[in-house]
């Protein structure tokens, strides 16, 4: 089995202590491809050296919603800079996070910043990580005006006609450690109804962990907790499942198979 971990900040200090330990495992449970979105500029170097001394390990460059306060205008060149000198998987994490933020000017901000990058990420060519929280019509919106070739709306909770535009858009669908809770009904029936080519995996870690490490910080080693939520939901053998979202983030990240 091969999984793709298409989610997950392996770069931050909650992995410092036991990475290794931690990447052996993910390899020894299938997970063999990860994906590191970044959160600020301040973060890239540290994030991009990580991957560059791990295969498995791919980046992504880009400015976080929800660290508005980290970011300045200068990011937004030095966001185009980098792209052209380390070539990153994709843009992310990006996005508009309207859950957290409810002042207009501080929605305004998010907006600017999230449609910067959507450009940048268009005029290179790159698919983008998406974090969306109570905003996925704006989002939408943004979308179909930037003209980015795909991406991924990261721990997907919106509707099943959202769910059905962002696919319009050549984008996939990331579900993770919610999905393992018998509370998150509305998300089993969700993946029940979508199609198997709009799924990926993903684990966020070290947030939204799994049901099994409630309370807990959450790993890329328990994203196979996540392919069996998935087949429990769909009614699905998990070995084709895990083919499918395997080739799904593959397809979408462009991510080559022998990688």
Not at 169 to 176: D, E, I, S
Request: net charge negative; proline share 5%.
């Amino acid at each position: 089995m091969h999984l793709i971990d298409t989610h997950c900040h392996l770069d931050v200090s909650a992995f410092d202590a036991d990475r290794d330990r931690v990447l052996a495992q993910c390899r020894a449970q299938g997970v063999r491809d990860i994906v590191v979105p970044a959160i600020d500029s301040a973060g890239w170097p540290k994030l991009l050296a990580l991957c560059a001394d791990q295969a498995m390990l791919h980046p992504a460059l880009g400015m976080h919603p929800v660290f508005m306060a980290r970011h300045a205008d200068a990011d937004l060149p030095a966001l185009e800079a980098a792209l052209a000198e380390h070539q990153p998987l994709a843009v992310g994490e990006i996005g508009l996070d309207f859950a957290l933020e409810k002042d207009a000017a501080g929605r305004e901000r998010q907006r600017g910043f999230c449609a910067a990058q959507l450009a940048i990420a268009a005029a290179a060519g790159l698919p983008v990580l998406l974090h969306v929280r109570k905003a996925h019509d704006e989002m939408l919106g943004l979308l179909r005006r930037a003209g980015v070739p795909g991406g991924i709306a990261h721990a997907f909770n919106g509707s099943l006609e959202q769910a059905r535009a962002y696919l319009d858009l050549g984008f996939r669908l990331g579900f993770g450690g919610m999905l393992t809770f018998e509370r998150s009904s509305k998300l089993r029936r969700l993946v029940a109804e979508l199609p198997l080519e709009a799924i990926v995996l993903e684990t966020d870690a070290p947030d939204l962990t799994v049901a099994s490490h409630r309370y807990e910080r959450n790993s890329p080693e328990y994203l196979p907790e996540v392919l069996a939520a998935l087949a429990e939901a769909r009614g699905a053998d998990p070995e084709t499942l895990a083919a499918a979202t395997t080739a799904n983030a593959r397809a979408v990240l462009r991510l080559p198979s022998g990688a």
